[in-house]
């Protein structure tokens, strides 16, 4: 649907910055388990290291990003503006109101992935306990 409609530059401005903040604190959640998830894994690949055992150099685990940036952007255009009052569109209202970004299934499926309290499959990486494919076998 190619409706537009006018908006208050100062409910966008308050809209973007709340879901930044959001944005951020999930991230940064994320990238909290994400370590922990790092550095078991790295623990039981050096314990296997250090028993001679083969060790896969690969962590299977996602990455956060942050898009904090691309709401940045946003505030920093309206705040620059003197209008009071602008148009949107719908898609670009639905970024700004309802946090749909094109990148937002992404970020969501990456910071779900450390929402558990322990981190994606037990914080043991997705290809088993060491994080990696056939690992454990004598050298």
């Known amino acids: 649907m190619g409706m537009e409609m006018s908006y208050s530059v100062d ?14 604190t ?3 959640r994320a990238v909290t388990k994400y370590n922990k998830c790092v550095i078991q894994i790295l623990g039981k690949k050096l314990a296997l290291a250090r028993q001679r055992k083969r060790v896969s150099h690969h962590i299977n685990l996602p990455i956060p990003e942050l ?5 940045e952007k946003l505030i920093a255009l309206f705040e620059k503006t003197s209008d009071t009052r ?12 309802f946090d749909e970004w094109q990148w937002r299934g ?3 499926s990456t910071t779900m992935c450390y929402s ?5 499959t037990g914080a043991t990486g997705s290809a ?5 494919d056939e690992e454990g076998g004598d050298l």
């Open 106 to 108: 992404r970020f969501m």
């Open 128 to 132: 088993g306990p060491t994080g990696g």
């Open 26 to 28: 999930a991230y940064a």
């Open 86 to 97: 602008v148009t949107l569109g719908t898609e670009d209202a639905r970024k700004i109101f």
């Open 11 to 24: 409910l966008i401005v308050k809209t973007l910055k709340k879901n930044r903040q959001n944005h951020i």
């Open 116 to 120: 558990g309290p322990t981190g994606p």
């Open 67 to 71: 898009y904090a940036g691309e709401y």
